[in-house]
């Protein structure tokens, strides 16, 4: 093989180990194959592993100011932005079976205002876990005590409750109180500012969920006031309530955001919110720990990328084998392992017949690919003694070259 052809074959391969693949665009991967420990039952992916799909990019938003609402975050949906036409994201909260009417709330000052005796306020729009931001101001002239001053409430999918009150040297019941889970768990603070100006309110939401008629996650809540946490991941013990203690319902899958008319004209301004990914609990994919279900079914639709990536390398070429051998990582196929044992092994033969200064040419290709058998063989999934490995190991050694230590021990 001609020079400049070995160095061309060399950083083909350097270049596959290290860096993005080009069939599987959609993981973005990049960084070293055959590195930190594989995927097993109930996580799909190697610890580091390059082909594990990448955050997307949000543009955060910007802080409130007293007399100037903040910028949501880019991926954030507006429900409310102080124009009269986000008033036609809401509606008034008629009874089931009624037809929907418009909203008897106004729009003052850009701020989205209760009307007393008018009723509640729904979002047209229905979502279910996410993340809520809600800014409310209680009325500068402070009339009434207790619950009767600047009470409202933010009632998530139409059902549980944080309450919106205005506790600024106002005390009421505990679980009652700005930023309780009402009528479940009071708030650890009050980080209020006085009355008249705005509260910046942001809600972490996960509803209850059931399966078979059994509740497996009882949902939480965690809330920050003004940037003070004040529910940490707070379970739900379901919707909450008034007098009575709240008991487990089932939540439906999504419902509107409520807004609570409780005769007090409070005021709210820049409501919007982010919806949350499924848990693993639903079959999500994208926490560290899932279901052997969702685990099992993500790893065969990695592996089944990977081995398309393959596909489009020349065929025998040693990237073609590497890129085979890394599907094994995710799914045992026995047809993949076939192809990478037949080329594994026709390539150390070629490896062993090199002249030593062939073989030192090649150092970089053959360490990297002593690495990846050493590494299929350490997590099972080539024979312990897979003979290519002793092969390339015994190149290794003749030639001088410091390995790592081998991967072959767990």
């Known amino acids: 093989m001609p020079p400049t052809s070995r160095l061309f074959r060399r950083a083909a391969v350097a270049a596959l180990l290290a860096a993005p693949a080009a069939g599987l665009a959609q993981f973005h991967v990049t960084g070293p194959a055959f590195y930190g420990d594989a995927p097993d039952a109930t996580h799909p992916w190697s610890i580091h592993d390059r082909n594990r799909p990448q955050p997307k990019r949000v543009e955060p938003g910007t802080p409130s100011l007293p ?85 409202s409430g933010i009632f998530l999918m139409g059902l549980a409750e944080v309450q919106v009150l205005d506790n600024y040297n106002n005390p009421t019941y505990a679980d009652g109180s700005a930023g309780s889970l009402y009528g479940i768990n009071p708030p650890m603070v009050h980080p209020l500012h006085p009355p008249g100006e705005y509260q910046s309110v942001d809600i972490i939401f996960r509803r209850p969920v059931h399966k078979d008629g059994q509740l497996v996650d009882p949902g939480y809540v965690t809330v920050f006031i003004n940037g003070v946490l004040v529910q940490d991941h707070t379970p739900l013990e379901g919707p909450g309530g008034h007098l009575r203690r709240s008991k487990p319902v089932v939540f439906p899958a999504k419902g509107p955001l409520k807004l609570q008319d409780h005769g007090n004209p409070v005021r709210f301004r820049n409501i919007w919110y982010r919806p949350l990914p499924p848990r693993p609990i639903e079959g999500g994919t994208d926490g560290g720990f899932l279901t052997a279900e969702a685990t099992a079914a993500k790893r065969k639709e990695t592996a089944a990328s990977i081995r398309a990536d393959a596909a489009k390398l020349k065929t025998g070429s040693v990237a073609h084998m590497l890129r085979l051998a890394e599907s094994l990582i995710y799914e045992k196929d026995a047809a993949a392992w076939t192809q990478v044992e037949k080329l594994a092994v026709a390539y150390a033969a070629e490896v062993k017949a090199l002249a030593s200064p062939a073989a030192e040419a090649r150092k970089g290709e053959i360490t990297n690919v002593t690495k990846a058998l050493q590494y299929l063989a350490k997590f099972d999934l080539a024979p312990k003694n897979f003979a290519p490995i002793g092969v390339l190991e015994g190149v290794a050694k003749a030639q001088g070259w410091d390995l790592p230590a081998k991967q072959n021990k767990k």
Do not use: M
């Open 67 to 151: 007399g100037q609402p903040g910028k949501p975050p880019s991926d954030a949906i507006v429900l409310f932005d102080g124009t009269e036409a986000s008033l036609a994201k809401w509606e008034a909260d008629t009874k089931a079976g009624e037809p929907a009417q418009p909203t008897k709330w106004i729009v003052k000052d850009g701020a989205l205002e209760c009307v007393p005796k008018s009723g509640y306020i729904r979002t047209k729009e229905q979502f279910a876990d996410c993340q809520l931001h809600v800014e409310w101001a209680a009325p500068k002239n402070v009339q009434g005590d207790s619950q009767g001053r600047g009470n």
